[in-house]
């Protein structure tokens, strides 16, 4: 039954001291938008990089004039690995045409060949869970072990470099997350820290009349939710903004940012982040005062 009586000192608290709390609303909306912003980037870049791992292929090259049950029988022993998705046999024959029609009008270089040097090959295919650098390497050891089988290419630096792109923007956007979130929850316990002390008086007379403590605070934690919670709408309304005024219309220029995800889903509960943020920092400066 408090929130009813309080919500009547809270909305005249925020209107008599409008320009700080405007101040404090366009600070969060800042915060929140750089969050944002940094989220809509690091989401793209994971969705980028788990598309990379559906062009990745182990290449297994065998002994020249290799039998065909050998072959077979190497195959066999690829096709029953759990983590092998495809398999497909490149003659050398093959893998030359599949050459040239990659150097395109470069293909003169190979006109003083008097014989083929490619070997005949194998291309492996890994299903998308199963691209990690411990998994190519254990296979390719497998491989190795194969009579019939003379190198194993897994693209070992690719799969690191992957792996380290991952991990590394994972860390990023939590260390951007808890320091932003950590500068709004400061900027709602500096402004209501602000605002108790200018309503000193006030309390004062409050407490003379027997208000309880919930009494007093109450007021102080709506207004923390309710700068929080305008703070989140602005950054929510300047994502839509940004997205709209830039990359809708840099798409219209520049094809690739077509393929630029935008998850709306993901940036419609801002409001309620910062509302939440906002009662946080409300909370731990009426907790530390003492009156």
Partial sequence: MIAPYALKPAI???????????????TIA?????ISVSFFVLYNIDIATKKLPEKFSMAVYLDNNLPKDRLDTIMDSFKKNKAVLSIRYISKDEAMKELKASLKNSDYILEGLDEN??????????????VETETARQLAGEALKIKGVTE?????KFLSTLNTIKKGFKVIGLVLVAVLSAGVIFVCYSTVKILFYRRTEEIE???????????????????????GACGGLLSLAGCFFLYSMVFLRLS???????????????????PVIGMLLGI????????RLRY
């Fill in 117 to 130: 040097p490619l070997p005949d090959s194998i291309e492996i295919k890994l299903r998308t869970n199963e």
């Fill in 152 to 156: 194993v290419d897994y693209g070992e």
């Fill in 12 to 26: 005249q608290s925020l209107l008599r001291e409008k320009w700080i709390n405007l101040l404090s609303v366009m």
């Fill in 280 to 287: 946080t920092g409300a909370a731990i400066a009426i907790g």
């Fill in 30 to 34: 800042a915060a929140l938008l750089i």
């Fill in 252 to 270: 219209i220029a520049i094809p690739v940012f077509k393929d630029i995800l935008f998850p709306v889903n993901l940036f419609l509960p801002l």
């Fill in 205 to 227: 007379t409050c407490k003379l009349l027997g208000a309880t403590k919930g009494f007093i605070r109450m007021p102080f934690l709506i207004e923390g939710a309710v700068i």
